[in-house]
């Protein structure tokens, strides 16, 4: 029978330690946040602790905070965040951790852990522009190699930097200047007055 929430923070509170540097449950789920320099580590005991025992990474992603950064917090603006399950003890954590310097953003990877990290870390790398020192082949996964810049970057050009196309004659794709028409799309919302409220029907 799995843990409550409470219960599985007071463990990885008592097993991390000075590691953990905030936990929280909200909407019933775990979400430990640990500094970057302890990253692989904190993951060799989430898995082989065994009242742990997080043998199954279920995902791992890059987070671009952009503004929100040094908003009321000492955090940078990069993140990593993967997701954990229990399988032997059904429980899961989300944990995450920001990356030290915003200009070259670098975390170890946990490949040697997790196998399946590898092209996560791949997506991440690509569309983020997260570095996991220490990953076995790190190159893009779904830009092109010629690729310029990191997508999903909050300031990455929502035009982006270049369109392709096959051109007939030379036989191949080739790349060229955005040929488009920039424009900004405001998105305008209506709501009721008291849209939301417990019991407004």
Partial sequence: MPITPEVLL?????????????????LGEVTIEVRATDWHDVAVQLRDTPGLRFDELIDLCGVDYSAYAGVGR??????AVMHLLSVTHNHRVRVRAFCADDDLPVIA????????????E?????????????????????TDYGFIGHPFRKDFPVHGQVEMRYDPEQKRVVYQPVSIDLRVVTPHIVREENFGDVGHG
């Fill in 122 to 142: 791949r997506e991440a790398f690509d569309l983020v522009g997260i570095i996991f020192d220490g990953h076995p082949d790190l190159r893009r996964i779904l």
């Fill in 74 to 79: 000492e955090e940078g603006r990069y993140a």
């Fill in 10 to 26: 007071s463990r990885l509170q008592d097993a991390l330690g000075d590691r953990l540097v905030s936990g929280k449950v909200a």
């Fill in 109 to 120: 990877s946990v490949v040697d852990l997790w196998p399946v990290a590898n092209w996560f």
